[in-house]
């Protein structure tokens, strides 16, 4: 291991974590399944043989900017819905972060993947509601394209498939719309979307609570060049658009149309509170990080 590779503040702020990761290494995980503790005091299993399971069981955490983000917008006691879900890692975040006074709804197609979600939530205790199914503009049945390195990389099914379809392989799976999702009710805090290129189909199944403005803030990721058909949509229902950048001292809001760094995940804000957005980002560190769990 590079002492080089250690200057990350995923160690730097929780050095026991360089710990956790030298045992990960120096011992072959012969099944595709560990257990690791968060940082934020939940525990998940993870596969450390694919992509996003190796870099939480490494750092403890995947992508630090966007769970950053999710911790520092969302206010204990308010409702968080998960579009995307995978398995459960984001989950988590919203879940320790909105407390027991709180909601969570998750929302998780891929029917493997969804087996794992639902084992993690078991694991916590906290008001988390998963559902089996991928959200989109209407209730009905869709392919889920499950692209050929999808074991490598198990965030990668996607109703929208950019690669040739012969490479992927189809997966009927239900679909439903965020509004007429009866059992989310009243204002959502946040919302997280990663739907693999699907993004608009989900904002257009949500139209009316985004324009009855029941969605405070919406962190997103979208591949496209500025402005993409979800920005626009979101922009013509009144949210502020937000690129999620980040320095080693912390996370920061900037113009959509800044050059994105290579090593970024093209991820946004939207909001429909700038002012409180912008003071909420304002501080330097890591608080996801530094967070030290009640002791039960």
């Given at each position: 291991m590079r002492l080089l590779s250690l200057f990350?503040?995923?160690?730097?702020?929780?050095?026991?974590?360089?710990?956790?990761?030298?045992?990960?290494?120096?011992?072959?995980?012969?099944?595709?399944?560990?257990?690791?503790?968060?940082p934020w005091g939940l525990?998940?299993?993870?596969n450390p043989h694919e992509l996003i399971g190796n870099c939480v069981a490494r750092l403890g955490v995947y992508d630090l900017t966007v769970s950053e983000a999710l911790w520092r917008l969302l206010d204990p006691g308010e409702t968080a819905v998960d579009v995307g879900s995978n398995i459960g890692?984001?989950?988590?975040?919203?879940?320790?972060?909105?407390g027991l006074q709180g909601r969570v709804f998750c929302f998780e197609p891929h029917p493997d993947i969804f087996d794992r979600l639902q084992r993690n939530i078991g694991r916590w205790g906290l008001p988390v509601t998963a559902t089996?199914?991928?959200?989109?503009?209407?209730v009905g049945t869709a392919s889920l394209r499950v692209p050929r390195y999808?074991?490598?990389n198990q965030g990668t099914a996607s109703l929208t498939m950019a690669t040739n379809q012969a490479d992927s392989a189809g997966i009927t799976v239900p679909t439903l719309a965020l509004d007429g999702f009866a059992a989310l009710s009243g204002r959502v805090g946040v919302m997280k979307v990663d739907v693999e290129g699907h993004e608009p189909a989900v904002f257009r199944g949500a139209l009316q609570r985004l324009q009855r403005r029941e969605i405070r803030d919406i962190v997103?990721?979208?591949?496209?060049?500025?402005?993409?058909?979800?920005?626009?949509?979101?922009r013509e229902e009144g949210y502020q658009i937000y690129a999620l950048r980040h320095r080693f001292r912390g996370p920061y809001l900037t113009d959509p149309q800044e050059a994105k760094p290579d090593a970024d995940p093209p991820s946004y804000l939207a909001t429909l509170d700038a002012?409180?957005?912008e003071r909420r980002f304002a501080p330097p560190g890591w608080s996801l990080l530094a967070h030290r769990p009640?002791?039960?």
């Open positions: 990350k503040p995923e160690y730097v702020y929780r050095p026991k974590q360089v710990l956790r990761r030298i045992r990960l290494t120096s011992r072959r995980v012969a099944q595709n399944e560990c257990l690791v503790d968060l525990s998940m299993s993870v890692y984001t989950a988590s975040i919203l879940a320790q972060r909105t089996h199914a991928a959200i989109s503009d209407a999808f074991p490598c997103f990721e979208d591949h496209g060049t500025f402005p993409t058909p979800s920005m626009h949509l979101l002012q409180r957005a009640v002791q039960g």
